[in-house]
């Protein structure tokens, strides 16, 4: 859809006050958080009640967040989700397109009848069962579409609280933009962001500088003890088992970015992160270049996302998922040589 007819519909949608739901995705990530804080109170200023809702507790290097204290967590108060989707006019579904993403309200949120509104950058979407939609795979982050979006209706709509959500949800999804910047724009729109943000330096800090010893331990562990390099098929595994993470204390966002240390190495062209959860086995994979991680979890893993950054799941023991990821890789032999 053309970002001047999504305009135009959003424009029409937004004019009276309504009760709207804002949802994003299981396990969120600061994109997912910063994206949805910083859309809702633009809605907000049209005269709307929203309420941001996710599945699950986000990490707490987001919790400074501001309006993060606000967000309905699904796990913690299911009654009044329930009560959400009751008196709902229009859902905005930010930074995932399949409701099966979003986590324990999924049959909630695919039975709503409400108009059902589209902002993300992950591939393979499926736009029926939305209104409109603004669906651009070649964009950093959702936060740089709801930026843009946002500029469109023009600066006096942008405070500080929203921009500095957005800036953290695009430092997040660009690693700090050394991975995932398509285009120019993305780094105009940032400097509008700066101009009216809190301190770039600051908001920084507070998502890569909090780590706490624990989580620091834990990535030295991942990297010097646990990562397993696989010449042949230019890839770097960590697993990660339930026991391994408690001896870390593990808290929510403490294996977050692990995966990407791998692939400071030369020669790897793939990452993969495989960590045993409460009753599943997430993936998580991260590439270089042309190698499609997002394909390769698509087939294999029961998920998807973007080109160079995926995630994925399987019901089986640790071990067996490890054995699951070596078993396909020598169909991927030849692109993962020749990926990076
Ligand atoms: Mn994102």
Known sequence: MHRDLFYQLLDAEIQDPKSILIVTHVNPDGDAIGSSL????????????????????????????????????????????????????????????????????????????????????????????????????????????????????GMEYLDTDMATNLLAGIITDTGSFAHSVYRPETFAICAKLIEKSASYVWIHQQIYDTFSENRLRLLGFSISDKMEILEDYATAIISLSKSELEQFNYHVGDTEGVVNYPLSMEKITMSVLITERQDVIRFSFRSKGDFSVHELAKKHFSGGGHTNAAGGSLTCSLQEAVDRLKAVLPDYKNLLINGR
């Open 38 to 153: 910083a859309f809702s109170a633009f809605l907000r200023q049209f005269g709307h009640d929203v309420n941001v809702l996710v599945s699950n507790m986000f990490p707490d290097f987001l919790a400074w967040l501001p309006g993060a204290s606000d967000i309905v967590i699904y796990e913690n108060d299911a009654e009044r989700a329930k009560a959400l989707f009751e008196r709902v006019d229009c859902i905005f579904m930010l930074d995932f397109n399949q409701p099966s993403r979003c986590g324990k309200f999924s049959e909630l949120l695919e039975a709503a009848t409400a108009h059902k509104i589209l902002i993300d950058h992950h591939r393979d979407t499926d736009f029926a069962p939305f209104y409109c939609y603004l669906s651009e795979t070649q964009i950093s982050s959702t936060s740089e579409l709801v930026a843009e979006t946002i500029l469109h209706y």
